[in-house]
């Protein structure tokens, strides 16, 4: 024979549980009940009907009715689920697996026995868990399976705190490798800045150069006019002589930039810069790697 009994803290669940079950199920009852007397109250004002009348009203209120109770029993399956989801979840906390007999649920004798229950003993407590916190599944009682459980949530919970750790320090040299690349970013900026400064500035000069010994051979030319009209020919050719060199010079001094440029691509200085730079972001892309690595699952 089966027996029917629970400790303490699982007969309050169950008596809550059953509580509310029959709090739903009274309310459906009064539902069906206001069926039946709307039914009188506004179908039943004459003395006689025919069966045509009856029969119509009956099928009126079978629907009302079948409508009540499918929704309660749908109701109360779909509350039955919540209630075993809010267990397996508690249970899966401590490592737990609980599986259910289906076969059980048409057992007639403990069918009978939670009846029993719900007449003496559920009528009769008093005990009502006023817990304010949501309630959890309890341990096993058993001292070794709780200890071994104890263990490995210390373990776990160390690991985690270990992962967190390593998780801020990896986070700490992703920003220190940020900071250092944006320094050597700035440095290598300030430094082509000034090169370029020191390129402008020279080819400005020799620009200005030629700029004033092309007016002077201008303002010779012109002079040289006023005084013999016969050296025109000749200073017309030193003028176009002159713009040809000025012409060769700027292209003497573009291929002289170029040839700069690439010199200082070449030095010592650009090419630490680079390394600097090169490892900065590998670095970077590694610890991206082993952040993700650590980053927790959601």
Request: hydrophobic share 35%.
């Amino acid at each position: 024979m089966a027996e029917f009994a629970f400790n303490e803290h699982h007969q309050n669940e169950v008596i809550n549980y059953m509580r509310f079950a029959r709090s739903k199920r009274v309310l459906r009852l009064k539902t069906i009940d206001s069926c039946f007397e709307e039914l009188k109250d506004s179908r039943l004002v004459e003395e006689t009907f025919t069966v045509d009348e009856v029969k119509d009203m009956l099928d009126g209120l079978q629907v009302v009715v079948r409508g009540e109770v499918e929704m309660e029993l749908i109701n109360t399956a779909h509350t039955n689920v919540l209630l075993l989801r809010q267990l397996f979840s508690q249970a899966e906390k401590f490592y737990l697996r609980l599986q259910s007999d289906i076969s059980e649920l048409e057992n007639r004798e403990l069918l009978e026995q939670v009846a029993e229950f719900e007449k003496t003993d559920f009528k009769t407590t008093d005990k009502i868990n006023q817990e304010t916190s949501k309630p959890k599944l309890a341990p096993l009682n058993e001292s070794g399976v709780s200890e071994l459980l104890n263990k490995e949530i210390a373990r776990l919970q160390e690991d985690n705190d270990k992962l967190k750790a390593r998780l801020r320090t990896l986070e700490s040299q992703a920003m220190s490798a940020l900071d250092e690349k944006s320094k050597v970013e700035r440095a290598l900026k300030d430094l082509q800045k000034v090169q370029g400064d020191q390129q402008v500035t020279a080819q400005s000069q020799e620009i200005s150069s030629l700029e004033d010994t092309v007016a002077a051979l201008k303002e010779d030319y012109e002079r040289s006019l006023s005084v013999n009209a016969a050296s025109q020919k000749d200073l017309q050719e030193n003028l176009i002589s002159a713009k040809h060199e000025l012409l060769r010079v700027q292209e003497q001094l573009a291929l002289a930039e170029k040839e700069l440029e690439k010199k200082f691509q070449q030095t010592a200085a650009y090419r630490n810069m680079k390394e600097i730079l090169t490892k900065k972001n590998e670095q970077l892309k590694e610890i991206r790697k082993r952040l993700q690595r650590y980053e927790p699952n959601e």
